[in-house]
Nanobody, 116 residues
Framework: QVQLAESGGGLVQAGGSLRLSCAAS????????MAWYRQAPGKRRERVAV???????NYADSVKGRFTISRDSAKNTVYLQMNSLKPEDTAVYSC??????????WGQGTQVTVSS
């Protein structure tokens, strides 16, 4: 059974940094895309960053230049380095992974709270 486990969330002051990690277990295939999504109260879920199998990346405009996604394919782990955090970055951040057949797997989410 595939499981994604996020860690690294917490409370930080505006301007601070956090690093999220997501480790996938139960993997018997090569993961294609891995991504981070977030959802703030009352808002729809948005994709923050994605990293493809060839290591190319794409970011939401709201986080470009501040967030960096990376992956360790050997460990089936994806990271999200978040710098210069803003109160509007407050949300539950969830990890996403996609297998070669396009099936999606999600983590439970980790809370990130940025105080002003």
């Amino acid at each position: 059974q595939v499981q994604l486990a996020e860690s690294g969330g917490g409370l930080v002051q505006a301007g601070g940094s956090l690093r999220l990690s997501c480790a996938a277990s139960g993997i018997t295939f090569t993961i294609n895309n891995m991504a981070w999504y977030r959802q703030a109260p009352g808002k729809r879920r948005e994709r923050v960053a994605v990293i493809y199998r060839d290591s190319s990346t794409n970011y939401a405009d709201s986080v470009k230049g501040r967030f960096t996604i990376s992956r360790d394919s050997a460990k089936n782990t994806v990271y999200l380095q978040m710098n210069s955090l803003k109160p509007e970055d407050t949300a539950v951040y969830s990890c996403y992974a996609e297998d070669p057949l396009g099936r999606a797997f999600w983590g439970q989410g980790t809370q990130v709270t940025v105080s002003s």
